[in-house]
């Protein structure tokens, strides 16, 4: 991302991404100037420097903004590739996080979701991450 910074327009100014707080939003772009691939290692750490509640973090999470893993600090950019159209949807496969994230998949949209056995088990099992990510 460091290399290859932009933005879609459309995206962040959509009504989906103006449902979000100021802070959220700020945030947000903050984590892709971080992202490598889609990933973020440091959230909290980003979170911290800004002097964010964590809810802000959460936020993103319920509005499928961002993905969280159990026991894994790092998160995913679910629009990262929207932002960066240049760069190959399979380059996340490269990252040192791949390993943990083989139900990650883009769609034809460029937005990545989890693969899951049952939507509303991924439902349940984003929220408990997210609050053990915060503890």
């Not at 879609?8 to 991404?17: H, K, R, V």
């Amino acid at each position: 991302m460091k290399n290859h910074s932009l933005f879609a327009y459309d995206f962040l100014f959509s009504d989906n991404f103006s449902k979000l707080s100021e802070q959220a939003r700020l945030y947000y772009i903050k984590l892709m100037f971080y992202a490598d691939n889609g990933f973020v290692s440091n959230p909290k750490g980003i979170l911290d420097s800004l002097g964010y509640d964590k809810s802000v973090l959460i936020e993103l999470k319920n509005n499928g903004d961002i993905l969280a893993k159990p026991n894994r600090d790092e998160i995913f950019i679910t629009a990262f590739f929207v932002h960066n159209k240049g760069i190959n949807v399979s380059s996340w496969k490269s990252s040192i996080f791949a390993i943990y994230w083989k139900d990650l998949w883009i769609k034809s949209n460029r937005v990545a979701t989890v693969k899951a056995k049952n939507k509303e088990e991924f439902q349940d099992n984003e929220e408990d991450i997210v609050k053990e990510m915060l503890s």
